[in-house]
T-cell receptor, first 113, second 112 residues
Framework: DVKVTQSSRYLVKRTGEKVFLECVQD?????MFWYRQDPGLGLRLIYF???????EKGDIPEGYSVSREKKERFSLILESASTNQTSMYLC????????????FGPGTRLLVL | QKEVEQDPGPLSVPEGAIVSLNCTYS??????FMWYRQYSRKGPELLMY??SSGNKEDGRFTAQVDKSSKYISLFIRDSQPSDSATYLC????????????WGAGTKLIIKP
């Protein structure tokens, strides 16, 4: 079974803090994704990575950066957290192209005060 | 206009009813069509996958794609309270590279 784990289930941070969200997958998948999920807006892609050290911006990259130093690990960084970044953050991984199943972690619910 | 439109619901039906969930999409180049199910406080999981047009059946679930009208459907027969979840449609292929384009998700509630 593919397993995608995320470092925290719940996080509370203050405005202006730097926030790190980590994601690890154990199935040697090439692709990894970071989404945020907000009510009524569905999943919005922040960044994805198709290989180590490679990254592509998604639909809403502003205020975020990512790091993929190892194949199994994909980190999302909020450089200076703001209240409008309060959301559910979901990490996913997949084997190859668009047709491949994306496997999701359980999500991190981030509250920025 | 969003590339994939999906009514967020909630949709509430009695146990045993047939449920119909739908999405429309705008890009005729899309070739892959998926339904993911997301239980509360969990990540989404793939439920059904269809390539191009046609129907696919798996137990009580049927996925249907009509590319001529750009319409995606998921039918659930004999619905159970355990089917209560948010159902997200997703599509991709063509020029979308690795990205899936997601609907907003429909929250489904099956009342015992």
């Amino acid at each position: 079974d593919v397993k995608v784990t995320q470092s925290s289930r719940y996080l509370v941070k203050r405005t202006g803090e730097k926030v790190f969200l980590e994601c690890v997958q154990d199935m040697d998948h090439e692709n990894m994704f970071w989404y945020r999920q907000d009510p009524g807006l569905g999943l919005r892609l922040i960044y994805f990575s198709y290989d180590v050290k490679m990254k592509e911006k998604g639909d809403i990259p502003e205020g975020y950066s990512v790091s993929r130093e190892k194949k199994e690990r994909f980190s999302l960084i909020l450089e200076s957290a703001s209240t409008n970044q309060t959301s559910m953050y979901l990490c996913a991984s997949s084997l190859g192209g668009t047709q491949e199943t994306q496997y999701f972690g359980p999500g991190t619910r981030l509250l920025v005060l | 206009q969003k590339e994939v439109e999906q009514d967020p619901g909630p949709l509430s039906v009695p146990e045993g009813a047939i449920v119909s969930l739908n999405c429309t999409y705008s890009n005729s180049a899309f070739q892959y069509f998926m339904w993911y199910r997301q239980y509360s406080r969990k990540g989404p999981e793939l439920l059904m996958y269809t390539y191009s047009s046609g129907n696919k059946e798996d137990g009580r679930f049927t996925a249907q794609v009509d590319k001529s009208s750009k319409y995606i459907s998921l039918f659930i027969r004999d619905s159970q309270p355990s089917d209560s979840a948010t159902y997200l449609c997703a599509t991709g292929g063509g020029d979308s590279n690795y990205q899936l384009i997601w609907g907003a998700g429909t929250k489904l509630i099956i009342k015992p």
